[in-house]
C-alpha cells in the first residue's frame, strides 16, 4: 500500500461528567460533515465523505434507544473520525498541505501544528494525541450515532433548519455515558503523496457497503422481547 493508517482509541462524555474537560471537548468537536463544510463550499463533488444525515432518524430511532425506550441496553460502538487540517477539504485560495509526521527528541510524533502524539515510556500501545486548534475532526463513520449522543449530551442545539425534528424528543435526564472514538489520520510510505479524501472515501464506502444486516430468520432467533419470536423459539426449544 502507499500509505499508512494510524489510529486512537478514546472516548467523549458529556460536561456533566467528572472526567477530565479534554474529553468534553471532543464530544463538542465531533461535528458532521454538513456542519464543517456547508454544501456552498464544495468546490466539487470529490471533496463529499459521508450520506446526507437524517435527523429524523436520530430523533425517532436513536435517541429514544439511548434513553431506554427500545431496550434496557443503550450503548453505542466506537464511531470512526479522521484527523484533517482545517479547510482541508473545500481549500480556497492557497494549498493546503497534508502533514508528514517528524519524530520528536520526547519519543513522539509532531504532525507540524496539526496534532502530535506522545509515547507512554517503554510503551508503544499508550499514548497522548493532542489535536491542535488549526485541525478538524470529521467524523468519517457513525455521524447518525454521534449527533444522537451530542444531542442527548446538550452538546448539540439544532439550528431552525433542523429543529422541527427535535420537537417532542425528551432529552434524558442526568445522562451519563461514553461514546467510544477511534481517530484516525495518515502518512506516506516512501515519497507518495497522502490523499486523506480518497482514503477516506475508500473507508467509508467500504465500512458501510460490506455491512451485512442480520436475517429475518436469524433475528426472530434473537429477539426475546416480542411474543412471536418467543413463541417461535418456544415451540422449537
Known amino acids: 500500500c502507499d500509505f499508512e493508517i494510524h489510529f486512537f482509541s478514546t472516548f467523549a462524555c458529556p460536561p456533566s461528567s467528572s472526567e477530565n474537560e479534554n474529553y468534553h471537548k471532543l464530544l463538542g468537536e465531533l461535528k458532521p460533515m454538513r456542519d464543517r463544510v456547508p454544501a456552498k463550499e464544495l468546490s466539487d463533488l ?3 465523505l459521508q450520506r446526507d444525515l437524517s435527523d429524523e432518524r436520530i430523533a425517532q430511532e436513536l435517541l429514544p434507544y439511548l434513553s431506554g425506550t427500545f431496550s434496557k441496553v443503550g450503548f453505542f460502538p466506537p464511531i470512526l473520525a479522521v484527523l ?22 520526547r519519543g513522539g510524533i509532531e504532525y507540524e501544528n496539526y496534532w502530535r502524539i506522545d509515547f507512554h515510556p517503554g510503551s508503544t500501545r499508550l ?5 491542535y486548534e488549526t485541525t478538524e475532526i ?22 431552525s433548519l433542523h429543529e422541527i425534528f427535535y420537537a417532542d424528543v425528551t432529552k434524558p435526564k442526568q445522562f451519563s455515558a461514553d461514546l467510544p472514538v477511534t481517530i484516525a489520520w495518515f502518512s506516506p510510505r516512501a515519497k507518495n503523496e ?9 473507508l467509508f464506502v467500504a465500512v458501510n457497503n460490506n455491512a451485512k444486516p442480520v436475517s429475518s430468520s436469524r433475528t426472530i432467533l434473537l429477539d426475546d422481547k416480542h411474543p412471536v419470536p418467543l413463541a417461535v423459539n418456544s415451540y422449537y426449544g
Open 46 to 48: 470529490s471533496a463529499l
Open 84 to 105: 484533517v487540517p482545517s479547510g482541508f477539504i473545500h481549500q480556497t485560495g492557497k494549498k493546503v498541505q497534508y502533514p508528514l509526521g517528524r519524530n520528536t527528541n
Open 127 to 131: 499514548a497522548r494525541l493532542s489535536i
Open 138 to 159: 470529521i467524523v468519517l463513520d457513525g455521524q447518525h450515532r454521534t449527533n444522537a449522543f451530542r444531542y442527548a449530551a446538550g452538546v448539540l442545539t439544532p439550528d
Open 194 to 202: 497522502v490523499r486523506p479524501v480518497d482514503i477516506s472515501r475508500e
